[in-house]
């Protein structure tokens, strides 16, 4: 018994499915969807299935309207004023139809995605910093001169240095071989 003065009847009868209704159900589906597969063969066959079609008033019937559209159309089919007017209702969810994987057409490479302005700049801006750093690998930039050019500025005076330090010790050698 629920507690204070109000009752709450949200969620008081729920009823959840089993996984074995689920199992029945989905193998209930594939046999269904299988049968009809094998009615419209024979259809197209020329056989008859001993189905009846219905067939909206105007119109003549055709071999290759199936089951499902004279479904539909009694389901389209409203009352009154209810045909003129297009009522798109979200709540009602149309079946889509769904093809097997030995159906579809493997041969046809799927589209490319396209791409957005930002993301295709994005790339862009990749591809342009790697060759620049090729480049620069190479020094073939601006600034790869610079700073080779700054290098070799460098060695040299380190080289400059090398020798001045070997010239200062030669000549504290000799002074102190002279002493001596």
Known sequence: MPRGKYVNHKGRSRHFTSPEEMQQQESEEESSSSGEDEEEDQDQAGGSSGRVKKVAPGTMPSSS?????????????????????????????????????????????????????????????????????????????????????????????????????????KLAEEKKNTKA
């Not at 139809?97 to 790339?123: F, G, M, W, Y």
């Open 65 to 169: 309207e199936s089951e499902e559209d004279s479904e539909e159309e009694d389901r389209d089919a409203k009352k009154g004023v209810a045909s003129l007017i297009e009522i798109e209702n979200p709540n009602r969810a149309v079946k889509k139809a769904t093809q097997k994987v030995a159906k579809l057409n493997v041969s046809d490479p799927p589209p490319k995605p396209e791409l957005s302005r930002r993301e295709r700049e994005q790339i862009e801006k990749q591809k342009a910093r790697l060759r620049y750093e090729k480049l620069h690998a190479e020094g073939k930039t601006a600034q790869a001169k610079a700073d080779l050019a700054r290098l070799a500025l460098i060695r040299q005076q380190r080289a400059d240095a090398a020798a001045k330090r070997e010239a200062e010790k």
